[in-house]
């Protein structure tokens, strides 16, 4: 089974990962530019 804190962090991951998408999508171009600067 997985614990409460194992699902939290899964969660939050998930949850980050929707904002930078919706941030990327957004900014367009300057998020393609930020993502290959932080490699």
Known sequence: MISQIQARRISLNYLT?????SF???EGQAG????????
């Open 17 to 21: 990962d929707i904002v930078w998408l």
């Open 24 to 26: 990327r999508l957004r």
């Open 32 to 39: 393609l530019t930020l993502q290959t600067r932080l490699g």
